[in-house]
């Protein structure tokens, strides 16, 4: 009972620390705060921040406190040319197609209707065959850096945005390298209040658990090379953080057909069509529609729990291991 008492206050403890005191910008309520940032995840979040390194503690972090990218910054216009050419050959826009097997996205699942799209060079160990096949250039440049754990190239059309959200998971940091951008402060990120534009060649960071929101209010696409990047922590938080993101493992979507899918998009590509279908009986049958709504959602958050507990077992006996 002591040891379950102990547990629960550390969970109400962290998600107070992120819901009124980490950051300068806050939810507009708390129902916002439990309805869009996955609190299931704040506790090994908080975890994480306590043994983050100094130079990545902040918000927006200074590229360079991060030698090991210096490197990947001067490949820039490699990055560039194969990312124009999937651009022209219309790969990037199809992902926002749903007929395609990149549409149902679990992580950026939302994205996609504010005018976002992508293209996955690599994702939390696996390499893409797509993106093998279309990037070969980028893709050789990318195993070169080991604290890369995903990659993709992100384009933000002219009039589309991001609305301000935080990304439920704190393995990685946020890194993004200008390759076709307007370079104007009119396409910009706004990262716990502040503004950071996106510049051809030049790169930025951030941690992407902070509110963050982004706008493209010019008349030309951002195109960008965007990548999680490990975060830097002590050999405790580096321990923790290896089973933790087999979580984001689950995650990985296919570009095409013939690339893998992850356990977690896998279940998402099968209910959402479902829950979208559904929406019909919003007008008609409301009390089946919302039966059904809070199914699907009861049924996705058991999963992440079983997940989470999963993560929590093998994290013990990780510790146990180094103990």
Not at 21 to 44: A, C, E, M, N
Request: one cysteine or more; glycine letters at 6%.
């Amino acid at each position: 009972m002591s040891a379950l008492l102990v547990i629960c206050t550390g969970v109400v403890a962290s998600m107070a620390y992120v819901y009124r005191f980490r950051g300068q910008v806050r939810h507009d309520g708390l129902s916002q705060y439990l309805r869009k940032s996955w609190p299931i995840f704040t506790p090994f979040n908080c975890l994480l921040y306590l043994f983050t390194e100094p130079r990545a503690r902040k918000a927006v972090m200074d590229v360079g406190d991060f030698p090991e990218l210096r490197e990947l910054q001067a490949h820039w216009p490699v990055f560039r040319e194969e990312a124009l050419a999937l651009q022209q050959r219309g790969m990037l826009e199809s992902s926002r197609c749903p007929k395609s097997p990149a549409y149902y996205d679990v992580g950026f699942r939302t994205f996609f209707k504010y005018g976002w799209s992508k293209f996955y060079l690599n994702w939390y160990g696996y390499t893409h065959a797509s993106g093998q096949a279309l990037c070969p250039r980028s893709v050789e440049i990318l195993k070169r850096f080991p604290s890369i754990n995903g990659a993709m190239f992100s384009m933000l059309r002219p009039g589309s945005q991001l609305t301000r959200h935080s990304d439920p998971i704190a393995s990685s940091l946020r890194y993004h390298l200008g390759l076709a951008t307007p370079n104007a402060d009119s396409c910009f990120i706004d990262v716990d209040g502040q503004t950071l534009s996106w510049r051809d060649g030049e790169a930025l960071m951030f941690d992407e658990t902070y509110l963050h929101f982004a706008r493209n209010d010019s008349g030309l696409n951002r195109l960008i090379l965007m990548c999680d990047i490990e975060r830097p922590m002590s050999p405790i938080g580096r321990g923790f953080n290896f089973f933790y993101k087999q979580l984001v493992k689950a995650t990985v979507v296919p570009n095409l057909e013939g690339d893998r899918r992850g356990l977690a998009s896998a279940v998402f590509a099968t209910i959402a069509p479902l829950l979208a279908r559904s929406k019909r009986l919003k007008e008609t049958h409301r009390p089946l529609y919302k039966l059904l709504k809070y199914s699907v959602n009861s049924l996705l958050l058991a999963i992440v729990a079983i997940a989470v507990f999963a993560g929590i077992q093998l994290m013990e006996e990780g510790l146990s291991l180094l103990l």
